[in-house]
């Protein structure tokens, strides 16, 4: 983690227009094409959520601006950002889990799973608020959904993006997912989100590549 100095920073008086607004969040929705992604962990029978979870906090660690926050008036920048995501336990309750971005993607899902595993003991819902290296992201499996809105604080501080992807669907012979993400837009612009919907969706492109 380091600090980023503001006086030399291309983008401070974005900062400082956009921290100071009562909703600085902005979101994006838009289909990923992820049929080559989908008919090949199909074959490979690889898991989706965390699939498509890989390829989520792997595209927002290869770009700057995913891994900036916000902490009192100064900003700083994360080497790593790490996915926290939710989990569906007995009684369709949800618990929040942590796990470790891995840059392998099978040792990914391995500890991913291992992760799961534990978090499905425990419904009681904790947030550590003193870490903000992480990525929260979140699957709504039952909606093909073209918008979604995230809970946040209130607090202008609150910069961790979210993630999120809904039911996948049939469209032109082509397998569709609605995905969102959604970011302050104070460390974050459209430009950066296009960014992260151009990787992710040549990711999905090329699953021999990244899958493996």
Not at 45 to 61: H, Q
Not at 66 to 89: N, Y
Not at 154 to 163: E, G, L, W
Request: glycine share 2%; aromatic share 16%; net charge neutral.
């Amino acid at each position: 983690m380091k600090y980023i100095d503001m006086s030399n920073w291309k983008r401070r008086d974005h900062f400082n227009y956009f921290r100071n607004l009562d909703y600085p969040h902005f979101n994006i929705c838009a289909n990923l094409d992820i049929t080559n992604f989908y008919n090949y962990i199909k074959e490979n029978k690889l898991p989706f959520f965390i699939s498509v979870l890989y390829a989520s906090t792997k595209t927002a660690n290869g770009i700057q601006e995913f891994r900036l926050r916000i902490r009192e008036d100064k900003l700083i920048e994360h080497e790593i950002v790490h996915p926290s995501f939710t989990i569906m336990t007995e009684g369709e309750v949800f618990n929040f889990c942590d796990a470790k971005f891995i840059e392998n993607y099978t040792d990914f899902k391995d500890n991913t799973l291992k992760e799961i595993e534990k978090a499905k003991l425990n419904t009681c819902l904790k947030n550590d608020k003193k870490r903000d290296d992480l990525l929260y992201t979140t699957s709504i499996p039952w909606i093909s959904f073209t918008s979604i809105s995230h809970p946040i604080n209130t607090n202008t501080t609150d910069s961790i993006p979210r993630i999120a992807w809904g039911k996948f669907f049939n469209e032109n012979g082509k397998v569709k997912l609605p995905f969102s993400v959604q970011a302050h837009h104070a460390v974050v612009d459209g430009v950066h989100a296009g960014h992260f919907f151009n990787i992710i969706q040549e990711m999905f492109n090329n699953p021999t590549k990244y899958f493996f």
